[in-house]
């Protein structure tokens, strides 16, 4: 009896060593993913085949403490529209930039820079920080060709002296007439957005 115990006891002992095991996985473009959104490399996706064949013209509006929106761009310009339009952000050399991207995946696009506006970091109270986070819009149907479309907003970080920290919450989709309640607290941003003609 005591050694049937005994060989039970080692048999248990033996399979919870090999429970515990770590593997590796080869990399997965979600892992990647990841990884790119951490450096502050941002993509967002939009199905246009609807309007293939059609241009487009970028649109990029900046609102500063609440003030009427002014044209980024300041001239208008358009491409062909493809099967997809994807707009893409990347830090730049410098930390009071960013680079935009409009790329429409069949037809055109260009790459430019946004001027960010610093923000008080209790942190760094001695250093200006750059701190941007992005918000898809809620897309409306029908499409109305002529008309902004609102697709991503791109914002700086706001602080918050109740609580003494720098941050950027609230709803993770925009309404497109900017009455969401982030919208109250974002002291600068960017509305990017597209015409279809």
Known sequence: MKKTIIIALLALIALAGQAQEIRTYEPTLDDYLQLLNAK????Y???MKDFKGKQYEPVIMEYVKGEEAKDYI?????FPLGEKLVI???PSSNDSTYVYSFQSVGG?????TLNLQPVFAPEMPTKQ????????FELISPVETGKLIPLVLFGSYWYEQETGVSRFCGEK???????SDIIKSIPHFYVLG???Y
């Open 40 to 43: 502050g490399y941002i993509v």
């Open 45 to 47: 996706s939009f199905d």
């Open 74 to 78: 300041g001239f208008s310009f358009s």
């Open 88 to 90: 893409g952000f990347a």
């Open 108 to 112: 055109g696009g260009f790459n430019a």
């Open 129 to 136: 920080a750059y701190r941007y986070e992005s918000r898809p």
């Open 173 to 179: 989709i925009i309404k497109p007439d900017l009455s």
């Open 194 to 196: 597209i015409k279809i």
